[in-house]
């Protein structure tokens, strides 16, 4: 018998001949949980994968005139909203060490990738954000490097964070703009794929592709699991 992996209720499922063999397409929620999740549905900007009616959204064209024309993020794709249910089970994931709540996004992760960047680029390389440093709570493991385990391409742990939260918090807004929180230990001259939880300005997976690019990459995307 399997089990929500949110709320822990038995999971019935027929199992058909459609089905028996494709074991990661098995529900890892219960039919109540999975009806919270929300999928993004309908037109997209291009680039974020926010609800838009733009082709590129107000934010995007912000952060190409930011870069003079040149964004070094070519595009992101995210699965799911930023709703209050994926909070919950976003927090429950990262910050209370439930390592299994990962699966729920096994299957996503996966076809998210074989759908919209296989068919791009032949030679991706995987590279996860790194965690930030946050105080209070005691993590076992990374979150992203899970995410892009789910991910059949090579992976690489390129990027280490300089600054750290406490830093971070000190200075002005317009120095966390500009003051680039990575650093590169190994150069790529691949594609690559960034993976993180969350898109929320962009920043992040910003400084993460400039540094790339910067020093080689051809070309940076990203793969994550919700637009906030
Ligand atoms: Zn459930
Ligand atoms: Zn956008």
């Not at 028996?20 to 929620?29: A, D, G, M, S």
């Not at 709703?83 to 910050?95: G, H, R």
């Amino acid at each position: 018998m399997k089990h929500c992996l949110y709320c822990h209720q038995a999971i019935y499922m027929k199992v058909t001949w459609t089905n028996v063999f494709q074991v990661e397409q098995r529900p890892t929620l219960c039919q109540v949980c999975e009806a919270r999740l929300e999928c993004i549905v309908g037109n997209r900007c291009s680039i974020c994968s926010r609800n838009s009616e733009e082709t590129n959204c107000h934010d995007c064209e912000r952060w190409d005139d930011y870069y003079g024309g040149k964004d070094p993020l070519l595009k992101n794709t995210s699965m799911y909203h930023y709703n209050d249910f994926m909070k919950e089970l976003i927090t429950k994931w990262k910050y209370r060490g439930d390592y299994m709540i990962g699966n729920v996004f096994h299957h996503k992760v996966h076809s998210q990738f074989l759908q919209h960047y296989r068919t791009i680029q032949e030679h991706f390389i995987v590279v996860p954000i790194p965690l930030t440093e946050e105080r209070g709570y005691e993590r076992a493991f990374n979150q992203t490097q899970m995410l892009a385990s789910f991910i059949q391409a090579p992976k690489e742990e390129v990027l280490v964070r300089t600054l750290n939260e406490k830093q971070s918090k000190k200075t002005r807004t317009q120095r966390i703009m500009a003051e680039n929180p990575f650093k590169l230990v190994k150069t790529l001259h691949n594609p690559v794929l960034l993976v993180d939880d969350i898109y929320t300005t962009g920043r992040t997976l910003r400084h993460a592709a400039q540094l790339l690019i910067e020093n080689g990459c051809p070309a940076v995307y990203a793969l994550t699991i919700c637009r906030s």
